[in-house]
């Protein structure tokens, strides 16, 4: 599995993990819930400066974005 969807499960693993939907999500990060399903589906790949945003907005580290789990990878 490529990258970007590999990364966009891990978003919205995180995402529902803290009970936020893609609207709350971009909201916090300052993204468009359009862009949030984008990354979460693997269309596109947030810009390397959004990442700080997104970590934040899910309470986690920026490297925590990128620990994908087995059972995403499959």
């Known amino acids: 599995m490529e990258i970007r969807a590999l990364f966009g499960k891990r978003l919205r693993t995180l995402r529902m993990r803290n009970g936020m939907t893609q609207d709350g999500l971009g909201r916090i990060a300052l993204l468009s819930a359009v862009a949030i399903s984008n990354i979460e589906r693997g269309v596109c790949a947030p810009a390397f400066w959004r990442l700080t945003g997104l970590a934040r907005a899910l309470r986690v580290d920026v ?7 087995r059972e995403i990878q499959q």
């Open 63 to 69: 490297y925590e974005l990128f620990v994908f789990d």
